[in-house]
């Protein structure tokens, strides 16, 4: 049994028992969001991670998600990509395509990926302009206060240093304010090159879902939700710095990723 979802000034913490019971109540929410948010605007903009999050998505090609999800509306992004060919074993879009694309009533053409015959930094460019053109077409929002797109879901996954997307920590990228997309050369996680949203596109977006299993997180996890005077120690915790301004934030975690965390033990008291 799942601990019932914990709400702290970090987003809400759904900790559960195994990746199993962690995977369903993913898949559950994700179509929870689609539906509202079909319902709301007649369309999903959803951005993936690379990483295990993909695997944990896997229930999505299932029943009852694969009939009653909406694909035909689903608009598809990444909140990072690795600069490498599409059918390259690193490719972000080559695992969510076998893991997920590939399995459901996806519209092809609803599916953004990277343009991956150009350099990373014309590849950040090129996917910023086509985020744009899709805020004009309002087939992704506008955040009324940050004049940034706004997701309807952005999914993210959290290395052991904290990172998330392509924004690793003490790195400039962290700094980038104006651009929506943007690029890097060294990143430390290969490979090198990668294009990554910045933290003001993430943090516009309507909803966060950060998800993290695993013992060798829990440092980071703990670093990233407890108030332990994290913000002196560690400012530029990539995943600290994940705080929407209007949106919700939920992270999944398994009670091995949340061993570490003091916000728990608190609430349960
Ligand atoms: O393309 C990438 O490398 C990512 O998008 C990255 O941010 C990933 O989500 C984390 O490193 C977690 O990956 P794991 O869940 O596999 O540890």
Redo the contacts with the bound molecule.
């Keep these: 049994m799942a601990l019932p979802g914990v709400h702290t000034d970090r987003g809400e913490l759904r900790v559960h028992e195994s990746l199993e019971e962690l995977s369903t109540d993913l898949v559950d929410y994700i179509a929870e969001l689609s539906e509202a948010s079909v319902k709301e605007r007649g369309v999903f903009a959803i951005a993936l991670?690379?990483?295990?999050?993909i695997g944990l998505m896997g229930k999505l090609c299932e029943a009852p998600y694969s009939k009653t999800v909406d694909w035909a509306k689903w608009y598809i992004f990444w909140?990072?990509?690795?600069v490498v060919a599409k059918n390259h074993a690193d490719s972000?879009y080559k695992l969510a395509k076998d893991g997920l694309l590939s399995k459901v009533p996806i519209v092809p053409s609803h599916v953004h990926s990277i343009n991956d015959s150009l350099s990373a930094e014309e590849a950040a460019d090129e996917y910023g302009f086509v985020i744009r053109q899709l805020v004009k077409t309002r087939m992704v929002s506008v955040s009324d206060i940050s004049d940034c797109p706004k997701f309807d879901l952005i999914l993210?996954?959290?290395?052991?240093d904290g990172?998330?997307?392509?924004l690793f920590p003490d790195h400039s990228v962290l700094e980038e304010k104006e651009e929506w997309v943007t690029f890097i050369t060294d990143?430390p996680?290969p490979p090198p090159e990668?294009i990554t949203f910045t933290l003001p596109v993430i943090n516009s977006a309507s909803n966060v879902a950060v998800?993290?299993?695993?013992e060798s997180?829990a440092e980071a996890v703990h670093l990233a939700i407890d108030d332990v005077g994290a913000d002196d120690c560690c400012p530029s915790l990539p995943s600290r710095l994940v705080q929407p301004t209007k949106g919700q934030l939920v992270w999944f975690l398994d009670k091995p990723a949340a061993s570490k965390l003091k916000s728990l033990e608190f609430s349960s008291e």
């Design positions: 991670s690379g990483g295990s999050l909140a990072d990509e690795r972000n993210l996954g959290m290395g052991t990172h998330v997307a392509s990143s996680k990668r998800v993290v299993t695993g997180k």
